[in-house]
């Protein structure tokens, strides 16, 4: 009898199937689709309802532009004809364009300090430089809500300055991080050979050594933005009142009353100004680690 079921379980398609270590996976496909279609739907419908014609956000009126007209053509509380909107979007816009200008340069330094680094306090600086990403959010805010209000309170209080500094702070450890795993990807011989080559350590260092880290500096460039434009734990914890909102903060203040779409608008802003900043760094990811397989050379000899 068990020579019988083996046959019967060979001749099976669906165990020949299961077993076929080439079959296409169909599962994880499954998966994945499943997965994106329930992270991007709930993005589609907020986005179509900022074209709704009515002042539902719940149920879809006709297609319309009124809530993206400017002040001049529009009679409804469209986007644009809302002070406190604009002003929330341009406050998301400059924290995130603040953080990643310093926090990116500051982050590749700092990669780049650790992986050189050998000694004593070695280990220490960089469970340091990680200890921001491993800690939650709201304890981070939290504290650095109170270092503002009670320690730096005569010199510095909240407000955008507060809000962008908590999020340097939490903001960093990514640039850090993909700097440090690029820099081990390609070793120390670029450099090496650059300073055989009469190259000072400055030198090997700008003309060498950072051009190879350009793919990583525009990855952690696009997530630090794309990351700081929603955050909300940090920014809500630092803000200094009405004109230091978000807009995150913003849609979880109107939330609770009846928001008209022109807050559905302005999150299709916010959005599109992440994927905008996204594909940027994307395309010159893309550009410059295609070009360095055939540029090193070309680096050495203008040395």
């Given amino acids: 009898m068990s020579a019988v079921a083996t046959r019967r379980r060979r001749r099976n398609p669906l165990t020949r199937w299961w077993k076929d270590p080439w079959r296409k996976p169909r599962l994880l496909e499954t998966l994945t689709w499943a997965y994106l279609i329930w992270a991007l739907v709930p993005v589609i ?31 409804t509380e469209s986007l644009w004809r809302r002070p406190d909107l604009t002003q929330a979007l341009q406050q998301s816009v400059k924290l995130a364009l603040l953080t990643m200008v310093i926090a990116v340069p500051l982050g590749v330094l700092f990669a ?12 220490t600086a960089n469970f340091s430089m990680l200890f921001s990403f491993v800690i939650p959010e709201i304890i981070l805010g939290v504290s650095l809500y ?54 000072t350590a400055t030198q090997a260092v700008r003309r060498v050594l950072l051009p190879l880290l350009y793919p990583a500096i525009f990855a952690s460039a696009a997530i630090v933005f794309a990351d700081a434009l929603d955050d909300f734990v940090t920014v809500q914890a630092l803000q200094g009142g009405a004109p230091t909102e978000t807009f995150a903060i913003k849609i979880y203040t109107v939330s609770r009353a009846s928001p008209t779409p022109a807050i559905n608008a302005g999150a299709t802003t916010l959005l599109v100004v992440a994927l905008v900043v996204v594909t940027l760094g994307l395309v010159g990811y893309r550009r410059f680690s295609r070009g360095q397989r055939g540029g090193d050379a070309a680096n050495f000899a203008q040395l």
Avoid: H
Avoid at 49 to 75: E, V
Avoid at 160 to 183: C, D, E, H, K
């Fill in 45 to 75: 419908v907020a986005v179509l309802f900022s074209f709704n014609n009515g002042r539902s956000r719940s149920a879809w009126q006709g297609f319309s532009l009124q809530w993206w007209l400017p002040p001049s053509t529009s009679d």
């Fill in 112 to 123: 780049i300090g650790i992986d050189r680094w050998r000694g004593r306090g070695s280990g």
């Fill in 146 to 199: 109170l270092l503002f209000t009670n320690l730096l309170k005569a010199v510095l209080g909240l407000g955008t300055t507060a809000q962008a500094i908590g999020l340097i702070t939490f903001q960093i450890s990514y640039p850090v991080i993909i700097v440090r795993a690029r820099l081990l990807s390609i070793g120390k011989e670029y450099e090496e050979a650059a300073m055989d080559l009469g190259a």
